[in-house]
């Protein structure tokens, strides 16, 4: 009892909670950002210009529906264009969060506790701005619902060999999970808002939230139940959402596609912009609500380890695409090849090989690891990089493929960029929202890390 | 197939009327109430009760009914064809009387069925299509009483089934709405009868004068009955004088043909006959060419490898699709040529050697196939070249084999260009009072020294009538305008390439108030009242002697030409040989000169798509890839790519062309296989008041064209801009060649030497039947699978099937902006490779129809099951179900597929709504379609062999007689298209050749589309150089 045991924090290390802190300072700091802290003029000017992009977003998407997909700069022989693009960008980005939240809870890498609240809601907003995009590139997007098997009177049923019909159950599956996921994590914190709230209309919100959550012993139980088999349901997706979606590429026979390495390089890419994600987040969001009590530079540190270790899985990847465009001796193959690096695309490529493979290298160095300014700069990157990645499979595939005579290019319209940037605009106008109206960090789990919790523990480990 | 005589007057088809089903209880106005209210008033008066009427509540009622979008859409920037439709309303509005007479009737059930007549089946007449006075015999597909589609007449020599990509797509211009509507005077509108007379006090004074201050101005006329008509009402008013101009003419032809014989004579070819043919500039291969369909089928016929094939040499100026076929081809400019002919000549006839191996080996060649030889000159080489192969035709005693002389079926041969310009002297002088003219576009085409536009501006000429489809630049500076009637609304005859006749009958009454140029003759006989029908009868009853005129007649008008009128050969002995005056000695001293000009050659060309510009309002000619550079809606300013390298210019850049001290601007193109120093431009572009599809595309090359040199001349001058410009060209990349080196076996090509020995040469690439894991599906238990086989030795890139595609398939036309994002919608296309050296390379086509993969990728990948595999083989698109992810035409390797983007269709339009297949689903925003090998054809055979079956008590199959629309237009007869399961089959034994080969048939997708390979003729000797 008496030991000072920090369980779960290594010594050698940066500790995951900055020390001096106990249960109700914890509480305080994280509950009051939504509670007492008054809005600021930085807030509300940053959400009105997301806001605003957001609102591009809907006039964009208004557009396309009057008048088609023909707004945007698709053509034969580039079917697919940005739409596709975002969608895996997005869905990918998605990724990390369940990867934290689920994963690594299953691990028990409790340093996760101080960022999977916001990871999680990361991937919800993601994943909506993801599921955007299959429907609306859709022709007739009034008719995108025929992709879901349901009984009907039209003798209608979907084709279960096309991957796109997988893509509908691997990612509307996703985003029930998720959103069931981060719910359930938010309950316990729901009631200690509702519990702290002094407005009545904010009592009643949070409480009508919270479901009852009195905290027994029988809540907790049943919570850390349900919240394991949650966990075990969301592992595999990290797996297959992003597999499936490969799919998509690998099924087809587009010089390009059509190749066995998609699937796993396709998750770590995912891991990989998802991480990049976290930290573009987790950085600026610590710096203004003051939390690096919280998220310590551990975690960023952790993270970035991520980073590089997908990255370089990534990068063998494009080791061996590369590898067996030269080695299987197929003229399509080989061909694909030199237009990367020679083709009108080619300035792309080298973006894309400089910003996924060359530049996060520089995170072997522990002075970029723990440079919040270099972490965040590398990160950004990685996003780009990952964009670019599957603009380069997507588009510059398309562009270039069997007959020589059908080979295209592919040119963006405003509408398509009006569509990118708007659901960014979409996503930070979630994530500016939730920093203020939910617990940005989760409260309860967040206690776990004090070594108080660990008291009892600790002593029986003496015993 | 029923070929019927048009025998009842055609009623007005009920699904045109109006189903004007909305009763409201205010008073309705509807266009015939419209029109009456105006029909008396003119000029100011006339647009005073247009604006009243506009105010009036039952007007905008009344407007919203008749235009229901197009009234009231929203115009955004964005789409082109969107504000063109609604122009197209409010334009239809500001001469409201000009709308279609719509009956306003009731849609009720026949009481007593009309005699042959079964909704839903077509019925076929037979007809003919004139170009330059040419007629292309066709048959007439009448749905309901309504012209759809356009098909060649199997028994008319001159076309045998083919036709050509005018006659196909002149459907669509009978259905154009920018057609004139209405007779105008000074823009206002007037009735016929006002009309006449108007013009009867003019024609009444002319006639005291013996019609001195009359002149008429046609076009090449065939026809023998308006030959006729005129001819009668020159001799009534021997000082009239009848004037012919078209911009595309053959003057160089009769003047040749004079220089050799003494007379305007015909010449025509047959190339059955022909082992070696030598063109001398002529796109004979190629529709415009007169009896190319005819050429076509006869060429193609003997490029079989296993047969006795011939050879191709052509020497030409400007790439041409002919050329591309040529197993020798030696680009030069156009001025060279006549040396070029002047050398052959003298190598052929004095033995003397030529120096250049390409002429020495070639007259060899010739000498080794004396009789069955041939020699074509282009009709824009000068009178010399043509007197020159009139004279080596005859030197090789090919006259009567495979060269015939006949009647020149122009029924007036006069210079065009003198004939121009002595009634522009005429005009000059105040000599003319009434000019007539019947059709063309002389105000657009005419020599631009004579400067014919601000002439009809001027007051000169006292009363101008014009006789012409469309409100174009010609009738703006007429004060008379009667709207043309479409051939296929009115009665005429014309003569084909070797003079047959065809008498050509109306499908449908005047959509608008056309008159036919026999009617307006006949209006300044006196004759107000004749109609075509009778006057065009008339001339037939008198030339016919026997004794059932009414038998003849019928006979005439059901098989589509008149029996007896084919000019028989004429005996023309070329007099000129030795002759102080003939070519023969001016050349023997140019023989070793280098070349006749100094500077940069510029080449005037007609269009291969618009031809000389009367079909620039013609969205599927505009849209229609031209066969070498695959452009659409543009001309451009071409030349080699030497020249381009000197001049530091490349695609995209806009070049300043001056010429005479005129200059013009347009993109550059560079051709491989031009001649070097030399530029070509082409007619028909640049056009002011086409319409909405035609105005503005392109840049006018007319001004610098002058009856001096009307298609070459010496002492062009390009000069770089610096700006650019987009030409929407369909197919970027033109080499099978890929930028990495490698070449990629798409048209698989040997030499006849090699095929003989190596017959199986295509066949490299064929997957092993067995390579899959998954047993296939047993198609011979099904009574049919379909398959298709194309002879890419026969297809000479004419474009036909692409057009014949688009009309059967109702294809929508997308415009220059889509085309140029690549989202045209051809359903098949046709690829043009090069391959081998830029300044002379070989030249491929490649017609790329659905491929129907057995195991097709696309249908792997679509998530709603909207394309699947019928248990006949075929790969079908199933439109309704489409949600429009596009997945299956990124899977598709051979990009075959087409998505609506947009709403390409014109769903308002009324005028379309009647042209289009009844039997082809009209497809909307969203959805994704492609070929269906015709279907709808296929289910039609299927119902007629099903009903035969029953009737006729034993099994009836559908055979070979089934074509699919590619198939049957092509004149080449490349196409063949039928039963796999039938091992009788015309498709099967094409399958069968050794030349037969699957397209990226490594990728195992099976195609049931497959291809024979090339095979080239090249002369052993020539080989390698």
Request: hydrophobic share 40%.
């Amino acid at each position: 009892m008496a030991t000072n045991t920090q369980v779960p924090v290594d010594d050698r290390r940066v500790p995951v909670i900055a020390p001096g802190h106990t249960f109700s300072t914890i509480t305080e700091k994280i509950s009051n950002i939504v509670l007492t802290r008054p809005i600021s003029l930085g807030w509300i000017l940053g959400f009105l210009i997301v806001f605003g992009m957001m609102n591009m977003l809907m006039l964009a998407l208004g557009y396309l529906f009057i008048k088609g997909t023909g707004i945007w700069g698709i053509n034969i022989p580039i079917g697919w264009g940005f739409a596709i693009v975002n969608f895996v960008w997005w869905i990918g980005i998605g990724h990390a969060g369940t990867l934290i939240s689920a994963i690594l809870a299953l691990l028990r890498q409790t340093w996760r506790n101080s960022i999977n609240r916001f990871a999680e809601a990361m991937t919800l907003f993601a994943v909506a701005c993801a599921g955007i995009f299959p429907l609306a590139h859709t022709g007739r997007p009034w008719l995108a619902y025929w992709l879901f098997p349901y009984p009907n009177t039209m003798r209608y049923w979907p084709n279960f060999r096309s991957p796109l019909v997988w893509d509908v159950f691997a990612v509307s599956t996703y985003l029930t999970i998720s959103l069931v996921f981060w719910f359930v994590g938010l309950i316990p914190d729901l009631a200690t808002l509702r519990d702290r709230a002094e407005k009545p209309w904010l009592q009643r919100t949070y409480g009508l939230l919270a479901m009852g959550w009195r905290g027994s012993a029988k809540h907790w139980h049943r919570y850390e139940t349900a919240y394991l088999l949650l966990a075990g349901l969301a592992t595999p997706l990290v797996l297959s959402v992003h597999t499936v979606v490969s799919f998509d590429f690998a099924v087809g026979i587009v010089p390009g596609w059509h190749t066995t390495i998609f699937p796993p390089y396709f998750v770590a890419g995912a891991i990989y912009s998802g991480f990049a994600m976290v930290l573009c987040l987790a950085i600026p969001i610590r710096a203004i609500y003051k939390l690096e009590d919280f998220i310590t530079m551990r975690h960023l540190e952790n993270s970035a380890k991520v980073m590089l270790a997908t990255g370089l899985i990534v990068a063998y990847g494009y080791g061996m695409e590369a590898f067996m465009g030269w080695y299987s001796g197929n003229q399509f193959d080989s061909f694909l090849l030199w237009n990367r690096l020679h083709g009108p695309y080619r300035f792309f490529y080298a973006a894309l090989l400089a910003s996924n493979i060359f530049i996060p290298q520089v995170l072997w160095l522990k002075k970029f690891r723990v440079s919040t300014g270099w972490l965040w700069i590398i990160s950004f990157v990685v996003l780009c990089g990952m964009w670019l990645e599957r603009f380069i499979i997507i588009v510059v595939s398309l562009s270039r493929d069997f007959l020589t005579s059908s080979w295209g290019q592919y040119y963006p319209t405003k509408w398509d960029w009006m569509t990118f940037f708007g659901t960014i605009g979409l996503f930070l106008t979630g994530m500016w929202l939730f920093v203020r109206v939910l617990p940005m960090i989760s409260i309860f789990e967040l206690r776990t890390l004090l070594p108080e919790s660990h008291a009892h523990e600790a002593t029986e480990v003496k015993q | 197939m029923s070929i019927d005589e048009h025998k009842t007057k055609p009623a007005a088809a009920p699904a045109a009327a109006k189903s004007d089903v909305c009763p409201t209880k205010r008073k309705q106005l509807d266009l015939a109430t419209v029109r009456e209210q105006i029909e008396d008033t003119t000029g100011p008066e006339y647009w005073r009760s247009l604006e009243e009427l506009a105010g009036s509540e039952e007007f905008q009622e009344m407007l919203h009914r008749e235009f229901p979008k197009g009234a009231s859409e929203w115009l955004d920037g964005f789409s082109r064809r969107g504000f063109l439709k609604t122009m197209g309303a409010s334009l239809a509005l500001a001469g409201l009387t000009g709308c279609t007479r719509m009956p306003n009737t009731e849609i009720v059930p026949y009481v007593r069925q009309p005699e042959n007549v079964i909704p839903g089946r077509p019925k076929f007449y037979a007809t003919s299509h004139t170009l330059g006075g040419y007629a292309s015999p066709v048959l007439v597909e009448s749905h309901l009483f309504r012209p759809t589609k356009i098909e060649g007449n199997p028994q008319h020599p001159a076309s045998l089934g083919g036709t050509d990509v005018y006659a196909q797509a002149s459907i669509l211009d009978l259905y154009d709405p920018d057609r004139a509507q209405d007779i105008t005077y000074l823009g206002d509108v007037r009735s016929w009868n006002a009309f006449i007379s108007a013009i009867s006090g003019p024609m009444m004074a002319e006639k005291s004068l013996a019609g001195g201050g009359v002149r008429i101005l046609t076009q090449t006329v065939s026809s023998p009955t308006l030959a006729a008509q005129i001819r009668d009402y020159l001799a009534a008013n021997p000082q009239a004088k009848w004037h012919v101009y078209e911009p595309i003419n053959r003057d160089n032809v009769v003047e040749g043909a004079k220089l050799a014989f003494g007379e305007p004579v015909e010449t025509r070819y047959d190339l059955s006959k022909a082992d070696v043919i030598v063109s001398l500039d002529a796109d004979f291969l190629y529709a415009g060419f007169p009896g190319s369909t005819r050429y076509t089928r006869d060429f193609a016929a003997r490029r079989n490898p296993d047969a006795n094939m011939n050879r191709l040499y052509v020497i030409e100026s400007t790439p041409s699709s002919t050329g591309m076929k040529a197993d020798h081809r030696l680009p030069i400019r156009a001025a060279d040529i006549l040396d070029f002919a002047s050398n052959l000549h003298i190598s052929l006839t004095a033995e003397i050697d030529s120096n250049t191996k390409f002429v020495s080996a070639l007259v060899k060649d010739l000498q080794s196939h004396k009789g069955s030889s041939l020699i074509i000159a282009g009709d824009h080489q000068p009178p010399p070249v043509h007197a020159l192969a009139h004279f080596i035709n005859q030197e090789l005693g090919n006259v009567g084999k495979t060269v015939f002389y006949s009647e020149p079926i122009d029924a007036n041969p006069v210079n065009r260009a003198e004939s121009l310009k002595a009634l522009v002297d005429d005009m000059h002088a105040g000599k003319v009072d009434v000019l007539l003219i019947l059709s063309g576009n002389p105000a657009y085409d005419a020599p631009a020294e004579l400067e014919l536009a601000s002439l009809l501006k001027s007051p000169s000429v006292a009363t101008k009538i014009y006789l012409g489809s469309h409100r174009n630049e010609t009738a703006e500076l007429c004060q008379w305008h009667v709207p043309e009637a479409h051939y296929l609304e009115s009665w005429s005859d014309a003569r084909a390439y070797d003079g047959t006749v065809s008498i050509i009958q109306p499908l449908i009454e005047p959509l608008y108030n056309g008159k036919s140029a026999h009617e307006i003759i006949a209006v300044l006989a006196g004759d107000s009242a004749a109609t075509g029908h009778d006057l065009v009868q008339a001339y037939w009853q008198k030339q016919h002697t026997g004794a059932d005129f009414d038998t003849f007649w019928r006979k005439s008008l059901h098989d589509g030409w008149v029996e007896g009128t084919t000019y028989a050969p004429k005996q023309a002995i070329a007099k000129g040989v030795g002759n102080e005056n003939t070519p023969r000695s001016t050349t023997m001293m140019t023989i070793t000169s280098p070349s006749r000009i100094a500077g940069t050659e510029l080449n005037f060309r007609r269009d291969p798509s618009i031809y000389d510009g009367r079909f620039s309002n013609n969205g599927w000619l505009q849209e229609l890839p031209k066969p070498l550079t695959k452009l659409t809606w543009d001309n451009p300013i071409m030349i080699g790519p030497a020249m381009a390298e000197r001049l530091k210019l490349n695609f995209k850049d806009v070049a300043e062309l001056e010429f005479n001290g005129k200059k013009v601007k347009g993109a550059v193109w560079i051709q491989a296989g031009h001649p070097d120093n030399s530029i070509t431009v082409f007619l028909g572009y640049g056009r002011t008041r086409a319409g909405r599809v035609g105005s503005g595309a392109g840049f006018d090359v007319y001004p610098l064209r002058t009856s001096q040199a009307p298609w070459f001349a010496d002492g062009a001058k390009l000069t770089a801009t610096g700006e650019t410009y987009n030409l929407a060209s369909t197919q970027g990349y033109q080499t099978m060649e890929t930028p990495d080196g490698s070449e990629r076996p798409l048209v698989q090509e040997r030499s006849l030497a090699e095929y003989k020995k190596e017959p199986n040469f295509a066949k490299k690439g064929e997957p092993r039947p067995d390579l899959t894991l998954y047993p296939g599906f047993d198609y011979s238990k099904e009574a049919y699978s379909w398959g298709m086989a194309i002879d890419l030795n026969s297809c000479v890139g004419c474009n036909n099937c692409i057009i014949a595609c688009q009309s059967e398939n109702n294809i929508a036309v997308v415009g220059r902006e889509q085309t140029l994002k690549g989202r045209h919608m051809h359903w098949l296309r046709v690829d043009t490779y090069y391959n081998g050296p830029r300044e002379n390379p070989k030249g491929f086509f490649q017609p790329l129809p659905c491929m129907q993969c057995e195991n097709a990728p696309c249908e792997l990948v679509c998530p709603v099951q909207a394309t699947l595999h019928s248990s006949e083989g075929l790969n079908d698109m199933v439109y309704n179900r489409c949600v429009g992810t596009r997945y299956c035409s990124n899977n598709c390797p051979y990009k075959v597929r087409r998505f609506n983007f947009l709403l390409f269709q014109d769903w308002e339009t009324p005028q379309f709504k009647l042209m289009r297949n009844p039997d082809v689903t009209v497809r909307s925003r969203g959805v994704m379609e492609k070929c269906t090998y015709c279907v709808q054809r296929i289910s039609e055979a299927r119902i007629d062999t099903e009903t035969a079956t029953v009737r006729e008590g034993k099994e009836i199959k559908i055979g070979d007689d089934l074509q699919t629309a590619c198939q049957q237009s092509c004149p080449a007869n490349a196409i063949v298209f039928g039963n796999l399961n039938d091992p009788n089959s015309q498709v099967n034994k094409w399958k069968a050749q050794s030349r037969n080969y699957s397209l990226l048939g490594e990728l195992n997708t099976r195609p049931r589309t497959t291809y024979l390979a090339e095979v080239r003729n090249p002369n052993p000797e020539l080989e390698g150089s």
